[in-house]
């Protein structure tokens, strides 16, 4: 018998089924476990998860904007490149006059309305780009001349014409729309090929020259880049308006003497990080001069419609500093919230100020097309010329922006405050072509200088120009009234009365006496003149606050007139030893030139660590064509420079 089967074993699975939901594969389990361990992290480690999937997305979205823009960019250069012509009129046509229907203008879009920018710090670069090898630059080059049409440095640009591009590119955003345009794009100067100068035909001074001016700019490229001024001994740098001020400034400076791989690399730096919407109070009077004539100046060189766009786009953001209920702008703008006013001391302006942004604006609106740049400017110099408290054409040195009136009445000089109005009547007349009633009113403060402010100093008799405080003559002259040889010489080069040349000369020796008399060969702020006759004595007297140098360039500015006018070579003689003085005793071997507190003690000249940005805007360039024997670069019938040295064409040369 065998014993019965076990019984079988049975193996059982439970499953549990929940009413209404469906097996998904463990997701569902793997997000409660997701959110389990979420809610294990402290609430620490949660807000820097958090915080950066935040930056990351910021991250992205920037890209996205910046690579959106690229685009945008190339798609208008190219389109622009269609629109190519010849650069030689024989004249540069006064403003023409604006089209009925701006949008229907050739070549220009429309502006869209402002977009509101978050207030964040200067988008400035801080380093120095590093060089690029050789090949890499020749690609760029070429890339940039295929898709910009940039002009001044290729084979036909060193012909008889300088290419050009129309301004087909979308304006950049301002704080003002802008208004109508002319028909035709904007064409720079027709002489601009001219002034490309061989490194090869440059003489020894002028070689001297390019040399102080890349041991400048090293030092700002190394220690500045970007910022507005170099600080030379301590190696960094100094912000007035975060706008790259020496970097604009220098532009032209290095067209003209043939730096064109500096030049090139400023434009890079112009191109991507020069940005005007920030919440930053500038002067009206010395971004105008600096930054707009600048840029201005650049373009007419060099053919780049960007100079010009950058230039429109900084202009439309000065516009509001002339709301004014007398028309008489405020000192001071916010060119990124548009709010104007006047010093926080005062609700004056002074009369240069307001008086010397003539030339900048009225060649920003031939350009553009948009007149209110030109009748807000004229407007300010129609309101002065019927002015009371004027003194045989002399003026005070204040005028109210509420009254429209001067103030502080009977106080003149041709010093700070006051300089370069006489300087801009005569230059609008020449820059308009000899046609407007200006040249009255400077013949008249001419007459005013002879008769109300000229003296003769001792032993030497030079002739200098004091000052006038009701009623009382003071023989004090700033460094800044040896602009007015050079005026009165270029007056005189366009028909002016031969005795303002007489004079030119006769000032010129007494502005280069202020150098000459000086233990450094530089030249004080300010100068008192000795009127006893003592032959102990010298001439130029200096007081212990006014004997610092700001490496200024009135003086060699009037010896570049002088020289190109008369061909006397004792001027070019004359500007290199100042030349020699500067390198002796303002260069820093660092990289640099500083100012210096003290031109009496060549032992010790107490050097102020500042390069102020004119330096190389101004003086350099003035010594460079100071000591060119070539009559035809940046010839004085067909460019008038303005009071920061940036030269702008006549329009209508003779």
């Not at 950049?172 to 100068?197: C, D, H, M, N, V």
């Not at 509001?320 to 104007?340: E, H, L, M, Q, W």
């Not at 054409?393 to 009254?403: A, K, R, Y």
């Not at 003690?601 to 350099?620: A, C, V």
Request: glycine share 8%.
């Amino acid at each position: 018998m065998y014993p019965p089967p076990a019984p079988a074993r049975r193996d059982f699975i439970s499953v549990t089924l929940s009413p209404g939901r469906s097996y998904d594969g463990g997701r569902g389990l793997r997000r409660r476990s997701c959110w389990r361990k979420w809610k294990q992290l402290s609430r620490l480690q949660r807000t820097v998860v958090l915080f950066l999937l935040v930056v990351l997305m910021l991250v992205g979205l920037l890209s996205y904007v910046h690579v959106a823009d690229e685009w945008a960019a190339v798609d208008s250069r190219s389109a622009a490149a269609w629109q190519m012509r010849p650069a030689n009129p024989p004249v540069l046509p006064a403003p023409q006059k604006a089209a009925e229907n701006p949008e229907a203008v050739a070549g220009l879009s429309p502006q869209k309305p402002q977009r509101h920018f978050r207030r964040g710090p200067p988008n400035l670069q801080i380093r120095a780009p590093e060089g690029d090898p050789q090949e890499r630059r020749q690609d760029q080059a070429q890339k940039r001349a295929e898709v910009v049409g940039e002009a001044g440095w290729g084979a036909e640009a060193q012909r008889d014409g300088l290419s050009w591009r129309g301004a087909g590119t979308k304006p950049q955003q301002g704080t003002e729309p802008l208004g109508k345009k002319a028909e035709f794009p904007p064409r720079p100067s027709p002489k601009a090929a001219r002034i490309q100068p061989n490194p090869a035909s440059q003489n020894a001074r002028q070689k001297a020259v390019v040399d102080a001016f890349l041991h400048a700019w090293a030092g700002y490229r190394k220690f500045a880049w970007g910022h507005d001024e170099l600080k030379p001994l301590t190696r960094s740098f100094s912000e007035w308006f975060g706008l790259g001020l020496t970097l604009i400034d220098a532009l032209d400076t290095m067209w003209i003497l043939g730096l064109k791989k500096e030049f090139q690399e400023a434009r890079n730096w112009v191109s991507k990080r020069l940005l005007f919407q920030k919440d930053v109070d500038v002067n009206l009077f010395e971004s105008t001069i600096r930054i707009l004539g600048g840029l201005l100046s650049a373009f007419h060189l060099s053919g780049d419609v960007l100079f010009l766009k950058k230039a429109e786009d900084f202009g439309n953001r000065l516009m509001p500093a002339f709301r004014t209920p007398s028309k008489i702008p405020y000192s001071d703008v916010n060119i990124g919230t548009g709010v104007a006013h006047p010093p926080r001391w005062t609700s004056d302006s002074t009369v240069a100020e307001v008086t010397s942004i003539q030339l900048e604006f009225r060649e920003l609106s031939r350009l553009t097309g948009d007149k209110k740049f030109q009748e807000a400017a004229e407007e300010v110099t129609r309101r002065v010329h019927g002015l009371h408290g004027k003194l045989d054409g002399l003026v005070p040195m204040f005028i109210n922006t509420n009254s429209g009136s001067f103030t502080h009445l009977g106080v003149f000089t041709l010093g700070a405050r006051a300089d370069s109005y006489y300087e801009y009547l005569l230059k609008q007349w020449i820059q308009g072509g000899k046609k407007e009633r200006l040249l009255e009113d400077y013949l008249e403060a001419v007459d005013g200088v002879r008769k109300h402010l000229l003296a003769r100093s001792e032993p030497r008799k030079l002739t200098f120009v004091g000052e006038l405080n009701h009623g009382r003559f003071s023989a004090k002259m700033d460094h800044l009234v040896c602009f007015l040889p050079g005026t009165l010489a270029l007056g005189a080069h366009h028909g002016l009365p031969a005795e303002h040349m007489e004079l030119a000369q006769a000032l010129m020796d007494t502005c280069y006496q202020m150098y000459r008399q000086m233990e450094t060969g530089l030249s004080p702020e300010i100068a008192h003149f000795n009127l006893q006759r003592t032959k102990a004595v010298k001439d130029v007297q200096v007081k212990a606050a006014d004997r610092h140098n700001l490496l200024r360039p009135e003086t060699v500015e009037s010896l570049f007139y002088l020289h190109r006018l008369t061909g006397d070579r004792k001027y070019q003689d004359w500007g290199w030893e100042i030349l020699r003085s500067f390198n002796t005793y303002t260069r820093v071997p660092s990289g640099g030139y500083s100012s210096i507190s003290n031109v009496q003690d060549p032992r010790h000249p107490q050097p102020r660590d500042k390069m102020e940005s004119f330096f190389l805007g101004e003086t350099l360039k003035y010594l460079y064509l100071l000591f060119s024997d070539d009559p035809d670069l940046l010839s004085l019938d067909a460019y008038v420079f303005n009071t920061e040295a940036h030269p702008l064409p006549i329009w209508a040369p003779s």
